[in-house]
């Protein structure tokens, strides 16, 4: 009978645990909609610099310094609601985002590197484009379908960067990362308080 109640607690124990990380991995990063108004403001406003005559020479400087603004922006607002439920940056799910999100952003930083180097460009904001645009994909994982759907017509904007002129870039850019970031920042806000109601 004593062998039989440790086999018992033993399989409880087991079954607790397996409980524990099902919870875990099925447990999704909210992804605040201030965070794309902020990325996208962003980028209207680096999309509007670069696109004025005066500026349009040192477009790729400015859509740098963008980046780098929008995603510490971004960061920021995406773990600040998460640290208030405790979900830390080494929590499954924003790892599991983090993971999804940063070797296509690696990617398309390699491939902007090439590309300057080979005096190609006019390749750079539809890499960027499809680059995001297959890390949203992949992020999705960890968030909502909406990130999904958001990194779909980053994709397609790529396809057209990719074909269309050089100085309709930076606005097919603005269109990506500021006007898209915007539209799915307030889509992705409404869904959450939905969800709340």
Known sequence: MATNT???????????RYIRASMEAAASL????????????????AAILASSSSLSAHWLAIWLTGA???????????????????LTATSNP????????????????????VLWANGLLTAVPGTWLLFYGCGLIAASVATTALIALMGALFVALSLIAFVAPAATHSFLLGLGFGAL?????????????????
Not at 69 to 86: D, E, I, K, Y
Not at 98 to 109: H, S, V
């Open 181 to 197: 970031h915007v539209v799915f920042g307030f889509l992705i806000g409404r869904s959450s308080h939905g969800n709340k109601g």
């Open 68 to 86: 780098v603004v929008a995603g510490s922006a971004g960061t920021v607002l995406m773990f600040r609601p998460a640290s208030l439920r405790a």
């Open 94 to 113: 924003a790892r599991k985002f983090a993971l999804c999100l940063f070797p296509a952003l690696c990617g398309g930083a390699v491939m902007t590197v």
């Open 6 to 16: 440790v086999h018992i607690d033993s399989h409880a124990a087991s079954t607790l």
């Open 30 to 45: 909210a992804v605040p909609g201030s965070a794309g108004h902020a990325m996208g403001a962003v980028g209207i406003l």
